[in-house]
C-alpha cells in the first residue's frame, strides 16, 4: 500500500485504486482485509501511515465493491478500556453498506465467554464469518431534493418502514416491508391525499437484533439497536440499500412530501461490557464510549442500552456530523429526529444546551435546510431536558400527549396543564426565542398505545414480549370505557370514536406542529401492546384491512382544515394582545362567553379557545370543547350576536340553538370560524 497524504475517514475509490482510512488512537498497526463474495478472505495489508490517529493507505487496483474489515493490533487490557483483538474483524464505522449476514456467535466477543472481561482473556476465535464485511462503493447520483416545507405548514406522520406495507395489499409480496415498498404508486398517492407532508421513518441505519431476541427468534422491529450510521438497513432492501434508498426517497419527494430519519446516534449496538466487539470497540473503545470513572472496564449507560457515546470525543463529533452530512447530501433527507438527543449535549458532569456537537450541528451549512428535533430525554441523571434545546430545534412533547390524554378522559385538575399545551407550550420553548411549532405534539407515537388502544384498554398487555408484562410505560393516561379491548357494544364504539377524533381535533386544529402515528386513522391496534419493539408480526405490522374508512375521511379533512386556517399560520405566540379589528389575538373563554379567570382554570371540563388572525383575510377560529359526561350550551354572542360562523367540524352532533349559540354533546369538539376564507 502506498499513499502519505491523508484521505477522509472510510473508503474513497480514486483513478487506480481506493483509499482506506480509519481512526484509532490506541492501535499499535491495523490491518486491511479483502474478502470475495463467498467470504474467503483474499488479501492482507498494514495501513502505513499514521497521521493524528488516522491510519491510512492507497491500494492499487481495488474497485468498488470489494469486501474488506480492519483487524487492530494493540493492547488488550479491558479493565483500562483497551479492547484491541486482530482476532476480531472489524466493520469501517464510515461504510456505506455492508454484506453479509449478521450472526450471534461467540467469535464475536473479544473475551472468552465464561470469563469476566476484566480477567483480560482475550478471545482468539475469529469473527470474520459472522460480522459481515464492510463494501467500497462509488459516488453515485445523489437523491432528489425535497419541498422544504415551512414548519408551519408540517405535519408529520411516523411510521416503520417494514410495518407499513407488510400487509398493504397493492405492494407486491417481494416488495413488503422493504425501501420499494414505500415507492409504491398506491401508497404515495394515499399519503398525499392524506395531508401530511413529511414522513418520519423510525431508524432504517444499519442495524442488528440483540442477541436475546435472537435467541428467543424474534427480531428488533424498530430499529433502535444501531451498528453504522452511513448504511441503509440491508434488511430493508432486495439487493442494493444506498440505490433503493435513493429511489424510496425520489419517489417521496416526487409526491411532494418531505422524509425525516429518527436517527440514534446515542449509542451503539455492541452493548456493555459483556458485549460484542464489532467495530468501534475494538478500533478505540475510549474514543467512541463514555467510560466510567472510576472503572474503564464499565460504560456510562444514560442510555439505559449498556452504552452510551462519548459527545465530548473530537472523533464521535465528526461521525456524527459526517453522517448527518452524508444522509443529507447524497440520499437526500430532510430532517431528522435525534432518539435520547440529551446524550447529544452531555458532559462528564451532566447535559449542557451549549454543548459543542449541538452548536456544530445547528451551525454545520449542509444542514441548515434540515428539520432538527429532539426526543428532549434519556434514562440518565437529569436527562429530562424538554424546552432545554437550542433555537432552531424543534422537540418532541410528551406533556402534551399526557395533557391531551388525561383533559379529555376526564381527570380532574387538568384544564390549565391542558390550555398551557394548546397554547403551544410557550412555557416550554418560548424563553429561548423558539415559536410553537418547536412543539412538536402528538397523542401517540411508536412507544405506547396507538390512538385505538388509548381508549379501548386501562393496562397494557404485554406478555408476547416475554418480560412478564413488566416493560413498557404503566401511566399511559388510557381508558377503556367499560370493558378491556375489542367492543361489539355500539355506545362504547362511538364514545372510542369520538374521543379519538376530540384528540385529534385539538392536536390538528391548536398551535404547535402535529404528529401523526402512522394507521391511527385507521383503527389500527396493538391489542393493548404498548412496547411493540419486537413484535415484528401482525401486532406491530399496520393492517390496512380492518380499517374505519369513515375515521380516515375525518382525519383528511381535519388535516384540510389545519392546511386552510390563517390563524395557525403564525410563527410567534399569542400573548393577547388586541388586534384592529377589535379581537385579542388568543382568547380563553367559559361556555357562555366571558373570559375565564384563575379559578375557571382550576378544574374546566368546557373550554372555548379563540384565535384571531389579522391578515386582510381576517379570521376567528373556535374550539368549543367539552370533555365532561354532560351536553353544555355555548354562548359566543359576546363576540357579536349578529356575527356568521360556520361550523368546520364537529366529533359529535351539534346544534345551534339561537345566533351564536350551540348545545354541543357530551365529549364532543367543535370547530367554528368566522371570516377569511371558506373551507
Excluded at 418502514?161 to 400487509?167: D, E, F, H, K, S
Excluded at 429561548?432 to 405534539?441: H, Q, Y
Excluded at 379491548?485 to 362504547?492: L, V
Aim: glycine content about 10%; some cysteine; overall charge negative.
Amino acid at each position: 500500500m502506498s499513499g502519505a497524504a491523508v484521505p477522509p475517514l472510510g473508503a474513497m475509490v480514486a483513478d487506480g485504486g481506493v483509499y482506506f482510512a480509519v481512526y484509532s488512537a490506541v492501535a499499535e498497526r491495523i490491518e486491511l482485509c479483502l474478502f470475495d463474495s463467498s467470504g474467503r478472505q483474499t488479501g492482507q495489508h498494514e495501513l502505513p501511515h499514521n497521521n493524528n490517529s488516522v491510519w491510512h493507505g492507497f491500494l492499487p487496483g481495488c474497485k468498488a465493491g470489494q469486501r474488506y474489515g480492519y483487524r487492530v493490533h494493540g493492547p488488550y487490557a479491558p479493565a483500562d478500556g483497551l479492547r484491541c483483538n486482530p482476532n476480531k474483524l472489524l466493520l469501517d464505522p464510515y461504510c456505506r453498506q455492508i454484506d453479509g449476514e449478521f450472526r450471534w456467535d461467540d467469535s464475536l466477543f473479544d473475551y472468552v465467554i465464561g470469563s469476566n472481561p476484566a480477567e483480560g482473556q482475550a478471545s482468539q476465535l475469529d469473527s470474520s464469518n459472522h460480522v459481515g464485511f464492510s463494501v467500497v462503493t462509488a459516488a453515485g447520483a445523489p437523491a432528489s431534493r425535497g419541498p422544504r416545507t415551512a414548519w408551519r405548514d408540517t405535519v408529520l406522520y411516523e411510521l416503520n418502514l417494514r410495518g407499513y406495507t407488510m400487509r398493504h395489499p397493492a405492494v407486491a409480496e417481494a416488495d413488503r416491508g422493504r425501501m420499494r415498498g414505500l415507492c409504491n404508486a398506491e401508497v404515495l398517492q394515499y399519503l398525499r391525499a392524506l395531508g401530511i407532508s413529511a414522513i418520519e421513518l423510525l431508524p432504517v441505519q444499519y442495524f442488528i437484533d440483540e442477541q436475546f431476541l435472537s435467541e428467543q427468534g424474534r427480531r428488533n422491529y424498530w430499529g433502535y439497536n444501531t451498528l453504522n450510521f452511513f448504511t441503509p438497513a440491508s434488511r430493508y432492501a432486495s439487493n442494493n440499500p444506498r440505490g433503493e434508498f435513493i429511489e424510496m426517497v425520489n419517489a417521496i419527494h416526487d409526491a411532494g412530501l418531505e422524509v425525516i430519519l429518527d436517527v440514534v446516534y446515542n449509542h451503539t449496538a455492541e452493548g456493555d461490557q459483556f458485549g460484542p466487539s464489532l467495530s468501534f470497540r475494538g478500533l478505540d473503545n475510549a474514543a467512541y464510549y463514555r467510560l466510567a470513572p472510576d472503572s474503564a472496564l464499565h460504560y456510562i449507560n444514560d442510555t439505559g442500552c449498556g452504552n452510551t457515546i462519548d459527545a465530548d470525543s473530537g472523533v464521535v463529533q465528526d461521525l456524527i456530523i459526517d453522517s448527518l452530512r452524508y444522509w443529507t447530501d447524497e440520499m437526500g433527507v430532510d430532517g431528522f429526529r435525534f432518539d435520547l438527543a440529551t446524550v447529544l449535549a452531555r458532559h462528564a458532569d451532566g447535559f449542557n444546551p451549549e454543548h459543542p456537537l449541538l452548536g456544530r450541528i445547528s451551525a454545520d451549512p449542509a444542514l441548515q435546510h434540515c428539520k432538527l428535533f429532539a426526543e428532549p430525554w434519556d434514562p440518565g441523571p437529569g436527562g429530562y431536558q424538554l424546552g432545554q434545546f437550542p433555537v432552531g430545534w424543534a422537540e418532541w412533547n410528551d406533556r402534551y400527549r399526557d395533557a391531551a390524554r388525561q383533559w379529555w378522559r376526564g381527570d380532574a385538575e387538568q384544564s390549565g396543564e391542558f390550555g398551557r399545551r394548546l397554547h403551544g407550550s410557550s412555557d416550554i420553548f418560548e424563553h429561548s426565542g423558539r415559536g410553537p411549532a418547536s412543539s412538536i405534539n402528538f397523542v401517540s407515537s411508536h412507544d405506547g398505545f396507538t390512538l385505538l388502544d388509548t381508549v379501548s384498554y386501562k393496562h397494557r398487555h404485554n406478555k408476547a414480549n416475554g418480560e412478564n408484562n413488566r416493560d413498557g410505560h404503566r401511566h399511559n393516561y388510557s381508558a377503556n370505557y367499560g370493558s378491556e379491548g375489542p367492543t361489539d357494544d355500539p355506545a362504547r364504539k362511538e364514545l372510542r370514536r369520538k374521543q379519538r377524533l376530540n384528540m385529534l381535533v385539538t392536536l390538528l386544529l391548536a398551535p404547535g406542529t402535529p404528529m401523526l402515528l402512522a394507521g391511527d386513522e385507521l383503527g389500527n391496534t396493538q391489542h393493548g401492546n404498548n412496547n411493540a419493539y419486537a413484535q415484528d408480526n401482525e401486532t406491530g405490522w399496520l393492517s390496512w384491512s380492518d380499517n374505519e374508512h369513515s375515521l380516515l375521511e375525518d382525519v383528511r379533512a381535519l388535516i384540510a382544515l389545519r392546511k386552510s386556517s390563517v390563524a395557525l399560520k403564525r410563527d410567534t405566540y399569542r400573548h393577547g394582545e388586541p388586534g384592529a379589528h377589535g379581537f385579542a389575538d388568543i382568547s380563553w373563554l367559559t361556555a357562555d362567553g366571558q373570559p375565564l379567570d384563575a379559578a375557571d382554570w382550576h378544574n374546566c371540563q368546557t373550554l372555548v379557545l379563540l384565535l384571531s388572525d389579522e391578515t386582510p383575510a381576517f379570521e376567528l377560529q373556535a374550539l368549543l370543547l367539552n370533555s365532561s359526561r354532560d351536553a353544555v350550551t355555548v354562548s359566543l354572542q359576546s363576540l357579536g350576536a349578529d356575527r356568521l360562523w360556520r361550523i368546520c367540524y364537529a366529533t359529535a352532533e351539534v346544534n345551534a340553538t339561537a345566533p351564536a349559540i350551540w348545545r354541543v354533546a357530551a365529549h364532543s369538539a367543535v370547530c367554528l370560524r368566522s371570516g377569511g376564507e371558506s373551507p
